[in-house]
Nanobody
Framework: QWHVAESGGGLVQPGGSLKLSCAPS????????MGWYRQAPGKQRELVAG???????TYADSVRGRWTLDRDNTKNLLYLLMDNLKPEGTAVYYC?????WGQGTQVTVSS
């Protein structure tokens, strides 16, 4: 059985930046679809950014132009680069690789 692990969450001020990392325990080349989701308190989990192998990257409207999905093949990692964070970005962020989910990492945007 394989797994996915996230890291990089924390507390950041509005306007700040944060980089989340997703580490699958199998080769990233063997994964068909990967992405980052988030779930804010009282809300449903939503897709933030993701890709399907051979396809283009999809971003939520709320983050397009500010955040970037970046894959490092040599390190077998998927990053979510978050710039110009807003308070509404406060949520638990989850990495998904095919049907496998990580445990999530908390991001809090507050002054």
């Amino acid at each position: 059985q394989w797994h996915v692990a996230e890291s990089g969450g924390g507390l950041v001020q509005p306007g700040g930046s944060l980089k989340l990392s997703c580490a699958p325990s199998r080769s990233i080349f063997s994964i068909f679809a990967m992405g980052w989701y988030r779930q804010a308190p009282g809300k449903q989990r939503e897709l933030v950014a993701g890709y399907v192998s051979g396809g283009k990257t999809t971003y939520a409207d709320s983050v397009r132009g500010r955040w970037t999905l970046d894959r490092d093949n040599t390190k077998n990692l998927l990053y979510l680069l978050m710039d110009n964070l807003k308070p509404e970005g406060t949520a638990v962020y989850y990495c998904r690789a095919d049907d496998e989910w990580g445990q999530g990492t908390q991001v809090t945007v507050s002054s």
